[in-house]
């Protein structure tokens, strides 16, 4: 569970900036917008985007599932060693109990867990005017409470991790903050990431520009001073956080391994890491496909993005950086906090 004391920031929007109203237990179950009201305004007005399975189907990843030697053939000579940890690899070809991950290297099959099933969560494109109500996601399945403060109800709707939801008001309950996200639905503050809005720093010097908010886990592409998508993220945890500040994307790899922490209990290796942008020195935006707990921290620093918008960014990113100008830099990534994540 994500713990969070929120804080308030700058919005380009009054909706986005809702105060909490402070209530004991016993008053907030008068508090909330009327049902009149959420049916004019049922789901959040954002267009869904979806992964390309045509995109993702040539990778195959698995998982070695422990230490394994690297041979330059089927039946071949050990040319290398990969060691025990958090290792996939990308698989080329299958050859009876060999398998190919690289042009030059291969391992035993037996080394290999089953096809990793990789995420199909993906964010939404934004509409031009801003939303009536802030647009959230659930973190967690859940069943909204009828007050806020109160026990899940068994009878509300039963929402699944992912789904989108409007925070159509906020009511404080001994110090924790209730999202009103339907008729008498109320879900407590750590169970939602917020999408939220800034306005643009004055050192952004690129038309397409990133802001990640570490406390919400979530990301925003803007146009100059338009949000136009949003999805959630996955950035470093407490020993490996991920840098706040004002960067530009400088490299950027289609796929590329990454690994790191040799010797060391929590080393990873990573082949295959697809769409990688780095911004600030060997952190980057890229494509995980390896977990599915975006909303959350998981990586050791970098943004971890799902298949589906790692591609979505990437491919709407390409305009800022042009190879052909020597130290060109691309699109600006603003890294901030909007509160204080006390996680892990």
């Known amino acids: 569970m994500k713990y969070r004391l929120l804080v308030i920031i700058s919005l380009l929007t009054c909706i986005m900036a809702l105060s909490a109203t402070v ?12 049902a009149e009201a959420i049916e004019e305004y049922p789901i959040p007005n954002v267009q869904q985007i979806y992964v390309n399975k045509e995109i993702i189907s040539p990778f195959m990843y698995r998982r070695l599932a422990g230490a394994s030697d690297l ?3 089927p039946n071949g000579n050990v040319v ?37 099933a990789m995420s199909i969560f993906a964010g939404v494109m934004l509409p031009e005017e801003p939303l009536p109500y802030p647009m959230a996601w659930l973190l967690v399945h859940a069943r909204g409470s009828k007050t806020p403060g109160g026990e899940e109800a068994q009878d509300n709707p039963f929402l699944y991790r992912y789904t989108k939801v409007s925070i159509y008001s906020v009511v404080e309950v001994d110090g924790w903050d209730w999202y009103q996200i339907g008729v008498d639905q109320w879900v407590h503050q750590t169970k939602v990431a917020k999408y939220l809005s800034v306005e643009r720093p004055e050192d952004v010097d690129t038309d397409r520009w990133i802001s990640i908010d570490l406390y919400e886990q979530v990301a925003v592409a803007y146009e100059g001073e338009t949000p136009v998508f949003t999805t959630l993220v996955s950035s470093g945890m407490r020993d490996w956080t991920t840098n706040e500040g004002l960067f530009h994307i400088y490299l950027r790899y289609i796929s590329t391994p990454m690994s790191g922490a040799d010797g060391e209990e929590d080393f990873y290796y990573l082949e295959g890491v697809p769409w990688t942008m780095y911004f600030d020195d060997e ?14 921290r998981r ?13 979505w960014l990437y491919d709407w990113a390409e305009s800022e950086l ?10 600006t990534v603003y890294v ?9």
């Open 80 to 116: 290398g060693n990969i060691g025990e940890g958090f290792t996939f690899v990308t698989v080329i070809q299958m050859d009876e109990s060999w398998a190919k991950i690289s042009p030059d290297r291969w391992v035993r099959s037996e080394m290999l867990t089953e096809d990793v």
């Open 336 to 344: 901030y906090s909007s509160g204080d994540y006390v996680g892990g």
């Open 71 to 73: 041979y330059d053939a």
């Open 322 to 331: 042009d190879f052909t100008v020597d130290n060109d830099l691309g699109a």
């Open 23 to 34: 209530v004991s237990a016993q008053e907030a179950e008068t508090y909330g917008i009327s």
């Open 299 to 311: 990586s050791h620093g970098c943004v971890n993005l799902s298949m589906g918008d790692a591609h």
């Open 283 to 296: 952190i980057a935006l890229h494509g995980a496909y390896w977990h599915d707990g975006f909303g959350y």
